[in-house]
């Protein structure tokens, strides 16, 4: 009996479990052309890999000779292809055990010789050695049939055991075909296949205990086959998965007669591993009874074998994308769609019972500060801790999403009262009022909370989101950290808001904005060296509206960009006139936004629009935070000194609020350190209150750096400066920015006279 178990379970095993391993033995058509074969392969096994014979395809002769080299070295038998359509010629003249094929190739790509290889028939595994690295590419090539896919520039020893790995591949192929021919003669061999099998192999009788075990059963799950022979299959099936298991095997009607498969988390023996997941396929083991002469033969089901492939990695791949399509990945909280996906079922209760719910948006106070001035790492962990702080607010049937950015919202589901919104608002603001602790650095944000409560507040989920939107805005224009509930009056704002959008839209194609020019005064001559362009808007309706008022809206509905590059050729036009009328010291200085500086082109473009204005270079000063220097230190560090090259200079703005760090001083090609207002507002009576603007002044002047003082309103702050020897002077003290006309009046006026004026 055990010997017909045996003979049985290996025939059918080379048939069935096999057959998946290898695209030769998917037909009839492909056994017929492996028995043909089996007569060649006289070798034993230690000797194919030392005779292996590897087709090398790439486009680059230098890589192309490096892997020749290496693959020879190590014995095998290479020959190399220069291009996809070489490669495709050596197919035809000869078969090859492996392919390393690289996918970018300029006259046949990698994707291409493989289809060839396919339609052709070429039994030869491949693995792919290429500089694509997009999981499209990837996916695609080993849907194509690839064995593994390597990155360029290649780690030898990965690429050596990777093709060592793939020869072993179709070693074991060309091993199962050999046995096929085999099976009657040698069980010791069939042993060596179901043994040498990645997945694993398995036997039971009828009453369901293993009867046969092959040896992956102790890598993969821990267990010893003396541990498992004579027990139930149960013993290791994972207990939400055993009603599955009981269904599949069939065991006590034993009526099912095809094969069937499904995927079952199995219980390993290490705690370590705890239940990992396999695809696994049954069979029915048949023995033929009642056979007579002239009779139509019974069967009967005796037991079942079956494989077990471990699809555990895989398992967790899906499920991380389904976690990351619904999470943010950051904060580990659900991200907007699982967010509205709750709500709109909340949403769906609250209707049907007739309940409220609430909705809360928050959005950080001050975060952008700690971003820019800390690094955006130090920003991440900074979103991290809120999250954790926030997740310890709220309830377990609330949902806390990530909404994006700095903003998080928030779902209260089951509201007893309206107040209960008010509670965890007020518990949150608390909480997050304590000071975070960053690398060293202990920080401080608050939160703006918009709260709509359905139905008052909105009666679907785009609503409820919108109108906490508004809620929190309004709250961010009292003075940030604290919560309000939507309201009506509230719409009446928003709609003012859309109409100024609009407004703002159609503002440079009316002409409405103008450039106002601030002066800056030298301590040493009292007169005027250079402007400051700053851009106003002189609305049809409002009159002229400051910077403070619609640049956060230009920079949100992505006009920005837009209005900077209108001031710049627009100041540069006109400053351009002061010069030829016989002002030829005045300098030019204009500040640049983020979105500006970071565009790529950025440096074409400024020298582009100096040169279409004729402006001279030398009397041009680009205005420059610190924060935007430190973004991106190494690219900006390389368009400075383009534009330094080109004669224009540059000042660090607002020095002293931002990253401050010294060191990039003395690399950047900065000429120019404008000290905050803020620092100049500490100058009063005592010189005491002044350390700051000390220190910064005192280094500039050991840096050889121009200083300017920003800000300066007093006759006490202008006499301290001088005293520290502060070079320019800029600020309500000689006046505010006026209009162009108004600033070329004033131009070779002293001090003095500018004051008087």
């Given at each position: 009996m055990e010997q017909y178990f045996r003979f049985y379970f290996l025939k059918r095993l080379v048939h069935e479990s096999f057959k998946n391993k290898s695209n030769a033995l998917s037909s009839k058509k492909k056994w017929l052309a492996i028995d043909m074969k089996i007569n060649k392969l006289k070798q034993p096994f230690s000797q194919i890999n030392n005779k292996a014979s590897i087709l090398i395809v790439d486009d680059e002769l230098r890589l192309l000779d490096s892997l020749n080299n290496l693959l020879k070295a190590q014995g095998y038998q290479t020959v190399s292809a220069q291009g996809g359509l070489e490669a495709c010629k050596q197919l035809s003249q000869q078969s090859f055990d492996l392919i390393l094929l690289d996918l970018n190739m300029a006259d046949m790509n990698g994707h291409q010789v493989m289809e060839y290889a396919?339609?052709?028939?070429?039994?030869?595994?491949?693995?792919?050695?290429?500089?694509?690295?997009?999981?499209s590419s990837v996916s695609k090539a080993l849907r194509r049939g690839a064995y593994d896919y390597l990155r360029k520039p290649y780690d030898p020893e990965e690429l050596l055991s990777t093709v060592n790995s793939a020869l072993q591949k179709v070693i074991l192929e060309k091993a199962h075909n050999d046995m096929q021919t085999r099976l009657q003669k040698s069980e010791e061999l069939h042993r060596y296949i179901v043994n040498s099998s990645p997945d694993i192999v398995f036997m039971l009788d009828k009453n369901g205990r293993f009867t046969f075990l092959n040896n992956k059963v102790e890598s993969i799950l821990g267990y010893k086959k003396t541990d498992l022979i004579g027990r139930h299959y149960k013993s290791i099936i994972d207990?939400?998965?055993?009603?599955?298991?009981?269904?599949?095997?069939?065991?006590?009607?034993?009526?099912?007669?095809?094969?069937?498969?499904?995927?079952?988390?199995?219980?390993?023996?290490?705690?370590?591993?705890?239940?990992?997941?396999?695809?696994?396929?049954?069979?029915?083991?048949?023995?033929?009874?009642?056979?007579?002469?002239?009779?139509?033969?019974?069967?009967?089901?005796?037991?079942?074998?079956?494989?077990?492939?471990?699809?555990?990695?895989?398992?967790?791949?899906?499920?991380?994308?389904?976690?990351?399509?619904?999470?943010?990945?950051?904060?580990?909280?659900?991200?907007?769609?699982?967010?509205?996906?709750?709500?709109?079922?909340?949403?769906?209760?609250?209707?049907?019972?007739?309940?409220?719910?609430?909705?809360?948006?928050?959005?950080?106070?001050?975060?952008?500060?700690?971003?820019?001035?800390?690094?955006?790492?130090?920003?991440?962990?900074?979103?991290?801790?809120?999250?954790?702080?926030?997740?310890?607010?709220?309830?377990?049937?609330?949902?806390?999403?990530?909404?994006?950015?700095?903003?998080?919202?928030?779902?209260?589901?089951?509201?007893?009262?309206?107040?209960?919104?008010?509670?965890?608002?007020?518990?949150?603001?608390?909480?997050?009022?304590?000071?975070?602790?960053?690398?060293?650095?202990?920080?401080?944000?608050?939160?703006?909370i918009g709260i709509a409560v359905y139905p008052n507040g909105g009666e679907t989920v785009d609503q409820l989101i919108q109108n906490a939107d508004v809620a929190m805005y309004h709250v961010k224009g009292r003075g940030k950290d604290g919560y309000q509930y939507y309201n009506e009056a509230m719409a009446?704002?928003?709609?003012?808001?859309?109409?100024?959008?609009?407004?703002?839209?159609?503002?440079?194609?009316?002409?409405?904005?103008?450039?106002?020019?601030?002066?800056?005064?030298?301590?040493?001559?009292?007169?005027?060296?250079?402007?400051?362009?700053?851009?106003?808007?002189?609305?049809?309706?409002?009159?002229?509206?400051?910077?403070?008022?619609f640049i956060p809206l230009a920079e949100e509905t992505r006009l920005m960009s837009d209005i900077n590059d209108?001031?710049?050729?627009?100041?540069?036009?006109?400053?351009?006139?002061?010069?030829?009328?016989?002002?030829?010291?005045?300098?030019?200085?204009?500040?640049?936004?983020?979105?500006?500086?970071?565009?790529?082109?950025?440096?074409?473009?400024?020298?582009?629009?100096?040169?279409?204005?004729?402006?001279?270079?030398?009397?041009?000063?680009?205005?420059?935070?610190?924060?935007?220097?430190?973004?991106?230190?190494?690219?900006?560090?390389?368009?400075?000194?383009?534009?330094?090259?080109?004669?224009?200079?540059?000042?660090?703005?607002?020095?002293?609020t931002g990253y401050s760090s010294l060191n990039y001083l003395r690399k950047l090609h900065i000429h120019t350190l404008k000290v905050d207002q803020s620092f100049i507002q500490d100058i009063r009576d005592t010189q005491n209150e002044a350390c700051i603007v000390n220190a910064i002044i005192s280094m500039a002047h050991g840096l050889k750096l121009n200083i300017i003082a920003e800000g300066v309103e007093t006759e006490t702050q202008l006499n301290y400066l001088k005293t520290l020897g502060c070079h320019e002077i800029q600020g309500f003290y000689y006046g505010r920015a006026v209009p162009a006309d108004e600033a070329f009046s004033k131009l070779g006026f002293n001090a003095t006279q500018l004051i008087a004026v």
């Open positions: 396919s339609k052709n028939d070429f039994e030869t595994a491949v693995v792919v050695v290429s500089g694509e690295s997009s999981f207990p939400s998965d055993v009603e599955r298991a009981r269904y599949l095997f069939e065991e006590q009607s034993g009526k099912r007669r095809e094969s069937w498969g499904s995927e079952i988390k199995l219980l390993a023996k290490r705690e370590s591993h705890s239940a990992r997941h396999f695809e696994i396929t049954f069979f029915p083991i048949e023995r033929q009874v009642n056979k007579k002469p002239n009779s139509v033969a019974e069967s009967k089901i005796i037991g079942t074998y079956g494989t077990a492939r471990d699809i555990t990695e895989r398992k967790e791949a899906e499920e991380f994308i389904n976690f990351q399509a619904y999470h943010d990945l950051l904060t580990r909280l659900p991200n907007r769609a699982l967010f509205k996906d709750r709500l709109n079922v909340s949403l769906a209760q609250s209707k049907r019972n007739k309940s409220n719910l609430a909705v809360m948006f928050l959005d950080l106070d001050r975060f952008k500060i700690v971003n820019d001035t800390l690094g955006h790492a130090m920003g991440d962990r900074l979103l991290q801790s809120v999250a954790q702080r926030l997740e310890s607010c709220v309830r377990k049937c609330d949902t806390l999403s990530r909404f994006g950015g700095d903003e998080f919202t928030l779902l209260l589901p089951t509201l007893s009262t309206t107040e209960d919104a008010r509670t965890i608002a007020k518990k949150i603001i608390k909480t997050l009022k304590e000071p975070f602790i960053l690398g060293g650095h202990e920080v401080y944000v608050g939160v703006s009446i704002h928003t709609s003012n808001r859309l109409n100024l959008e609009r407004d703002l839209r159609n503002a440079l194609e009316n002409n409405e904005f103008r450039v106002f020019y601030q002066p800056q005064i030298s301590t040493h001559t009292g007169r005027m060296v250079g402007v400051e362009a700053l851009v106003r808007w002189q609305h049809p309706e409002r009159g002229l509206i400051f910077p403070g008022e209108w001031v710049l050729k627009t100041a540069c036009k006109e400053v351009k006139t002061w010069i030829d009328n016989g002002h030829s010291d005045i300098r030019l200085s204009v500040n640049f936004s983020p979105l500006q500086v970071e565009h790529p082109r950025f440096v074409q473009r400024l020298l582009s629009c100096l040169r279409l204005t004729n402006f001279p270079p030398n009397k041009f000063e680009i205005e420059l935070t610190e924060n935007v220097i430190m973004n991106d230190l190494e690219n900006m560090t390389q368009k400075l000194r383009q534009l330094s090259e080109h004669g224009l200079t540059i000042a660090i703005d607002d020095f002293g």
